[in-house]
Nanobody, 126 residues
Framework: QVQLVESGGGLVQPGGSLKVSCVASGRSLSGYAMGWFRQAPGKEREFVAAYSRTGGYTYYGDSVKGRFTISRDNGKNTLYLQMNSLNPEDTSVYYC???????????????????WGQGTQVTVAS
């Protein structure tokens, strides 16, 4: 069993930056795919970014490419999402996810992930 806990959300002005973190406990996440998704009220869960199980490959959703950066520290069992140039459309609850058998072709699909955090709210407003 894996427990994921996100932190670092909050209120930020348009154009600002924010870094959210996800700490995992229960087992090492080395060899697991890790991802960030977000969901705003009334909308479907949206892929944000992911880190492959092996090889250190990263993937981004089109709406965040060039602005967000995903990183992981396996020694600390922690996943990060650095968000720059934030705009109001980025307002959402951000969820961390981990998956054992996520393959590259499915890395953007939230149903492929086994464990989820409770989410952290990010609000972009002036």
């Amino acid at each position: 069993q894996v427990q994921l806990v996100e932190s670092g959300g909050g209120l930020v002005q348009p154009g600002g930056s924010l870094k959210v973190s996800c700490v995992a406990s229960g087992r090492s996440l080395s060899g697991y795919a890790m991802g960030w998704f977000r969901q705003a009220p009334g909308k479907e869960r949206e892929f944000v970014a992911a880190y492959s199980r092996t090889g250190g490959y990263t993937y981004y959703g089109d709406s965040v490419k060039g602005r967000f950066t995903i990183s992981r520290d396996n020694g600390k069992n922690t996943l990060y999402l650095q968000m720059n140039s934030l705009n109001p459309e980025d307002t959402s609850v951000y969820y961390c996810a981990a998956g054992r058998g996520v393959i590259t072709s499915s890395i953007r699909h939230h149903l492929q992930y086994d464990w989820w955090g409770q989410g952290t709210q990010v609000t972009v407003a002036s």
